[in-house]
Nanobody, 121 residues
Framework: EVQLVESGGGLVQTGGSLRLSCAASGFTFDDYAVGWWRQAPGKERERIACTSVKDRETTYAGSVQGRFTISSDNAKNTVALQMNSLKPGDTAIYYC??????????????WGQGTQVTVSS
């Protein structure tokens, strides 16, 4: 059974930083791509970052490129998202996800419960 548990969300001022963490179980990073999606109020869920060990691929949404960094510890099955230079537009629920590939527009197969990130001006 695949399980994903996020932590690290909270309230931060514009320009600040947060680090999200995801503890994964029930699969290995050799078989799945892992990443982060988010959903802001009134918006559809969108892919923020994805990384695949098998495909040697790491991608970011244009809106976070240069500000967010995804990292993984394959031995511990953990995924992190370092978020710098945060903006109010980054306010959303952030989800850790796992899927077969880093698909462009296909929702992942597995989701964590989500963690709230709020950026105040």
């Amino acid at each position: 059974e695949v399980q994903l548990v996020e932590s690290g969300g909270g309230l931060v001022q514009t320009g600040g930083s947060l680090r999200l963490s995801c503890a994964a179980s029930g699969f290995t990073f050799d078989d799945y791509a892992v990443g982060w999606w988010r959903q802001a109020p009134g918006k559809e869920r969108e892919r923020i970052a994805c990384t695949s060990v098998k495909d040697r691929e790491t991608t970011y949404a244009g809106s976070v490129q240069g500000r967010f960094t995804i990292s993984s510890d394959n031995a511990k099955n953990t995924v992190a998202l370092q978020m710098n230079s945060l903006k109010p537009g980054d306010t959303a629920i952030y989800y850790c996800v796992a899927q077969l590939y880093c698909y462009d527009d296909i929702y992942p197969d597995y989701w964590g419960q989500g963690t709230q990130v709020t950026v105040s001006s």
